[in-house]
């Protein structure tokens, strides 16, 4: 009888241990048409802080990742394209695709990556959506999928990257996520952006700022007194910001006499040659400032600036009276200001 206890006893430790959950992801996929190449899996957070290299040959690749909870990260391919792709222990995750179109992929293996693929088949079926239909499509599936890791990615892509966010949609969609969701580092980082955001947003009162111009004067708002200001965020090394420089140089040009109107560039250099190089170049006869402090200079962190080119525009008693405004859309409002001022 002791025996068959023993017996026993040891089958159930057995089966313990063959029942013992793996700290690690498996993952295989083909990409048609991607030949040879090499592939990166990256996460942003500390969730997972690594990089992993993919070996790609004929298309095809698989690896073995050590991941013990699920996390979020980006597929990256050689062209730059990224593709979310998320990963749990024990997962066995599959990806097909083609190289003529790697932002739509069609991954399984975890119900996050699922629904991603479902959501893109769906969007294929659109064909060529507007921008209100895509950010329809999105903010439905955040509706309804409280607690998809997905939700994040989409609210990313559709509403946060915009040139002007709705963050009161943006909170407003953070609030339907599950307790799990907004402890993401990422959800926590955009709720201290959204409460910056929010003490520099369009009817506020400016922080009060002082920068170096090229001779070393400080430059501030007071200089600008009884003019609307329009203030520009910029960098010498970013290819948009000096495309936005020249639609500035035309707007100055045919603002010159306008004593109701300035410009203000603050620069996100850190190399004041090139800064000045840069002004000489692209021509930029209005004001300009850097502290060649780059993205910790403290008056991008008074504005909340997230992306270059970033312009706001002041009005003369110093209230933010517009955001990140297209040179249309500058345009038009110089004329509301000229009918105004008559």
Sequence with gaps: MKNIYLIYFLLIILSACGS????????????????????????????????DTLIVKEGKFSATLTVDTLVSTWLQFSDGTEYPLYLNKGDKIKIKGSK???????????????????????????????????????EAFIESHHSSLVSIY?????FVQKPQPDFVLIKKLIDRMTGELKDRPYIDELIDRIQEEEKVAVGKIAPYFHL?????????????????LLVHFWASWDQPSRDANADLRRIYKKELKNKD??????????????WKDAIKK????????????????????????????SNILLSPSGKIDGKNLSKE??????????????
């Design 282 to 309: 692209d021509t930029l006869d209005w004001e300009q400032t850097c502290d060649f402090s780059g993205w910790n200079t403290e008056t991008i962190k008074q504005f909340a600036i997230q992306t270059l080119p």
């Design 20 to 51: 013992k959950p793996t700290n690690s992801a498996s993952l295989t996929g083909e990409i048609d048409g991607l030949g040879n190449d090499t592939l990166y899996i990256y996460g942003t957070d500390k969730m997972y802080n690594r990089m």
């Design 212 to 228: 170096p111009n090229a001779k070393g004067k400080n430059i501030n708002r007071t200089d600008f007194k009884d003019k609307y």
């Design 329 to 342: 859309a500058i345009e038009k409002k110089l004329k509301e200001i000229s009918q105004k001022e008559k």
């Design 154 to 158: 989409l609210l990313e892509k559709y």
């Design 261 to 274: 109107f300035a410009i203000l560039g603050i620069s996100l250099d850190i190399d004041k040659e090139a």
């Design 100 to 138: 003529a179109n790697l932002s739509s992929l069609e991954i399984t293996g975890n119900t996050p990556n699922e629904e991603l693929t479902t959501f893109q088949n769906d969007l294929k079926g659109l064909g060529k959506p507007s921008e209100k239909m895509l950010e329809q499509k999105a």
